[in-house]
């Protein structure tokens, strides 16, 4: 079986307030189970309440894959309480630095004065793996990856997941081109079963956001009808589109395309 949930879909920021409850107001993070395989997309600040479930299951060994750096994408990760637990094993995986590690940026954000632990101070076995964006891999056995380069600030990358015979995208975050689908992604999410996708604007809020590197749902929905997509869940929500306007966009994309859905927090898919 091939299992989606959100933990964190919100961007740019977290937002604890009365105005995102409904979706959520912690940063990217979600959960794909493989069959018994454990597979995180991103560390934002919803990988911590996705740690203390995976120490409740004791599930003792998982991969992170990582679009990007950006703060919203990875200041979770010192959070993360099975990283520090002595005897279960993680990968942490990025595939869109230049000339630097991703072991560095970790560190790196774990270091005095901005943080008081240091990451020798997580205990778990971690392995640090860089890639370049466009790699086919096998994560796990039988787990197939593949990759994409998307137009983001520093670069990001898309992720492919694919296990028996169900698959599931993860594209964010990345700026489209108007009138000009991107080849990088179509070409990753044809044929997908479920693709998450940079939502964090409208078509009317882009004008203004332009190299801003974020997409909007429109575009999203543009995609996946055009790639035969299955099911579209629009993510990466704006902190400015409070649970009021994220009711509006769901209605909205409903009409455009019926197989378009808005990812909320504690939802699980499965395929």
Known sequence: MLAVRFWGVRGSIACPSPEHVRYGGNTSCVEVTAGDHSIILDAGTGIR???H????RDVQRGAILLTHAHWDHINGFPFFAPGFKKGREFRVMAGHLEGGSIREVM????MQPTFPVPLEAMKANLEFCDFQAGDSFELFPG????????NHPNRATAYRIDYGGKSVCYVTDTEHAPGKPDQNV????????VVIYDSTYTDEEFVTKVGWGHSTWQEAVRLCSAANVKQLCIFHHDPEHTDDVMDRIAAEARDMWANATVAREGVTIEL
């Open 49 to 51: 309440l996705l740690g």
């Open 53 to 56: 479930s995976l120490l409740e």
């Open 107 to 110: 560190a790196g954000q774990m």
């Open 143 to 150: 787990v197939a990856v593949r990759t994409a380069l998307l």
């Open 186 to 193: 179509l070409g990753l999410i044809e044929g997908a079963d």
